[in-house]
């Protein structure tokens, strides 16, 4: 907490003031990123809204019927829900001041997350191999819009993730670092939410059209 102290007037005359104390407020990082996350959620949002607009507009071209495999689709979600478990498993670690549980899992997190990406990158290019890219509809350039926007999001995730396993084997679990895991954690559960809109407005919806 910051504590100001006045000093007695000098000599012109003219009050002294020191700020002693911290000058940051606690918990303010993490104040922060939740304020990012809801600008986050307006782009996501934007998506959306575009896409429900969009989304019968095939221009002659394939619909979600003729290009979504929802087993693939499936097993791409179960990557990603299983990741979110495990990051929980790293932050139950973390609370416990495990440092190699931690990585460990963070490190399998990372695995999923980087198998997700993989198989969306096959989607993308199947897609885009058979003649249905972002220039064939209105459809599909509102698809690859916003799965394209989450794709990368989580691949900055990883990235994160990578860097913060970094700085763990250097410096271990000190404060900052627990700070950084726990935004990331809200980071990848965020993305976990939104993909569960995904699968179920773009994928689901879009394979009955």
């Known amino acids: 907490m910051s504590h100001s102290t006045t000093l007695p007037a000098g000599e012109n005359g003219q009050f ?5 104390g911290e000058h940051h407020a606690p918990n303010g990082t993490l104040l922060g990123f939740w304020l990012y996350l809801m600008s986050d959620c307006l782009v ?3 998506l959306f809204a575009t896409y429900g607009v969009l989304s019968q507009s095939f221009a002659g071209g394939p619909t979600g019927a003729d290009l979504f495999d929802l087993p693939l689709v499936a097993l791409n979600t179960s990557f990603l829900l299983l990741s979110s478990i495990t990051y929980g498993f ?5 609370q ?4 190699r549980g931690t990585q460990i899992w963070l490190f399998i997190t990372g695995i999923l997350g980087a198998c997700f990406i993989g198989v969306e990158l096959y989607e993308f290019y199947h897609m885009i191999h ?3 890219g972002p220039q064939t509809s209105a459809f599909l350039s509102s698809f690859f819009g916003l799965v394209g926007t989450h794709g990368l999001h989580v691949s900055v995730g990883i990235i994160w ?3 913060l396993l970094l700085q763990l084997n250097k410096h271990g679990l000190t404060t900052a670092n627990k700070r950084r895991v726990y935004c990331l954690s809200m980071f990848w559960h965020f993305l976990d939410v939104v993909w569960i809109g995904v699968f179920t407005f773009v994928y689901l919806m879009g394979s009955m059209a």
């Open 161 to 163: 993730l990578v860097t």
């Open 96 to 99: 416990q001041n495990r440092l």
């Open 130 to 132: 058979v003649g249905a």
């Open 90 to 94: 790293a932050m139950l670690q973390m």
């Open 16 to 20: 002294e003031f020191m700020e002693m």
């Open 44 to 46: 996501f949002a934007a």
